[in-house]
């Protein structure tokens, strides 16, 4: 196959769907209960569910200032070259898409299968087989069109945000009789504000910002959306700003209906909760919401790695070939194949639960350089058209990289054998890099 050009493909709610289908996944029906060990008082969780929305607002309103300076396929990597080098994006891609992506890829496929197997109720040792028939089948169908990628994107994208809406309604329709008395109002229960609930609150954003992440999916897309430099910006800042109030709202009647006690004590938190309002049928709807929602973000998330890929393809020899694209179908069929094979073979060696610990401050890391590069392209660049300027510049910025920088001396002071081992993963890209570097002077050479 020859190289060919991507098509436009994607309006401003295909966009918007990848953004919002990519954050939602099986977090928000789970994580209230692991942030629910670390914080007693309701009123300070969903505080911070209101502070890791703010914070990641942050670092939208940034990645939106680049994704409308640079409107290419790619996202971060494109940002990075642009204001690092190749070594650097290098290393970003080297991470992101060989460990990180598809470790992700890899542990919602897993989830995903999980929930079917709930429901359909085949024997658990099927579970791998399930998750690489998702994985196979999502990546077939975007490799013969974006039309196909975006259309199932669309689709489940909608399921789980009315399935989510539909939790909210229902809940804020059937308030408890206790509550309707006036009896108690279960927000103000709970510890006591102190310094240590602060640093708790520290430990809970990390599991909160963990649910909001993949707002920077849209961005992996540009050379495929219609007028990128006005869509991608308002895809991000509004795709994330309706999660906010989805993920608020949610853990508002999670609490409404079940103490902290209760939410302590079950990972199944959605599922208690529906069960309460409809009876023990809900449990299994939850289940179906649940399946619904992670078959749609393994497929954002499988889009989009293969954009990456591509980018990381057109500019380095050793993976050249990734960055052939389909002369009848547009996609970059190449590293789309390339992206599954290797979420395939984590999923059969179950070895994404370690990846995926061991690179997230390597990633995290990136994400910091990212909003760095605001304010250096600011500088370096400042005559360059801006379709979109952060709001707040340069406050909103710093606070992105301050928090960031945080999490990430966090994570290491918490885990430092696995931060270790996951800069040793990150530092094998040196060696690819100057791998590729002698191919490319080599190619150079015989051309001339």
Request: glycine share 8%.
């Amino acid at each position: 196959m020859n190289k060919s050009r991507f098509v436009r493909e994607l309006n401003l709610w295909d966009a918007s769907a990848i953004v919002v289908g990519c954050i939602i996944g099986a977090g928000i029906f789970r994580v209230p209960h692991a942030i629910a060990q670390h914080l007693q008082n309701p009123l300070a969780i969903l505080l911070t569910w209101v502070a890791g929305g703010v914070l990641s607002m942050t670092g939208a309103l940034c990645y939106a200032e680049l994704a409308g300076l640079f409107p290419k396929t790619g996202g971060d990597y494109i940002y990075l070259r642009e204001t690092y080098g190749s070594l650097v994006s290098f290393l970003f891609g080297w991470t992101k898409l060989f460990v990180e992506r598809t470790g992700t890829i890899a542990i919602i496929a897993f989830v995903f299968s999980e929930y079917v197997s709930y429901l359909v109720g085949f024997p658990k040792d099927y579970t791998r087989a399930v998750a690489v028939a998702a994985i196979v089948a999502l990546t077939a169908a975007n490799m013969v069109g974006l039309k196909y990628g975006k259309t199932i994107q669309n689709i489940f994208t909608t399921i789980k945000v009315l399935a989510l809406a539909f939790i909210i309604i229902l809940g804020l329709l059937f308030l408890p009789r206790e509550i309707h008395q006036g009896h108690i109002f279960p927000l103000v229960t709970g510890e006591r504000f102190s310094f240590s609930m602060i640093q708790s609150a520290g430990l809970a954003l990390i599991f909160v910002l963990w649910t909001y992440g993949g707002w920077t999916e849209a961005a992996y897309v540009a050379e495929e959306v219609e007028n990128p430099s006005r869509n991608l910006p308002l895809a991000i800042i509004g795709g994330l700003a309706g999660v906010t109030l989805l993920y608020i709202l949610i853990n508002l009647v999670y609490y409404l209906y079940l103490s902290g006690s209760e939410i302590r004590e079950t990972k199944l938190v959605a599922s208690a909760v529906v069960e309460k309002m409809i009876g023990p049928w809900g449990g299994k709807l939850v289940a179906l919401f649940v399946a619904f929602s992670t078959f749609g973000a393994l497929n954002g998330y499988i889009l989009t790695g293969g954009r990456i890929l591509y980018a990381l393809g057109e500019d380095h020899a050793l993976f050249r070939k990734l960055s052939t694209v389909h002369v009848r179908f547009h996609t970059p069929f190449v590293a789309l194949v390339f992206n599954g094979a290797c979420a395939v073979i984590l999923v059969l060696t179950k070895t994404f639960d370690q990846l995926m610990e061991y690179t997230t401050i390597i990633i995290s890391i990136f994400f910091a350089l990212t909003g760095i590069s605001v304010m250096i392209l600011r500088h370096k660049r400042p005559n360059e058209f801006r379709p979109y300027k952060v709001w707040g510049y340069p406050l909103t910025p710093v606070i992105f990289v301050a928090s960031t920088f945080l999490f990430i001396g966090n994570a290491i002071a918490t885990e430092p054998g696995e931060s270790l081992f996951g800069f040793v993963l990150a530092s094998f890209g040196l060696i690819l890099y100057f791998v590729s570097r002698q191919m490319d002077k080599s190619q150079v050479r015989l051309e001339n």
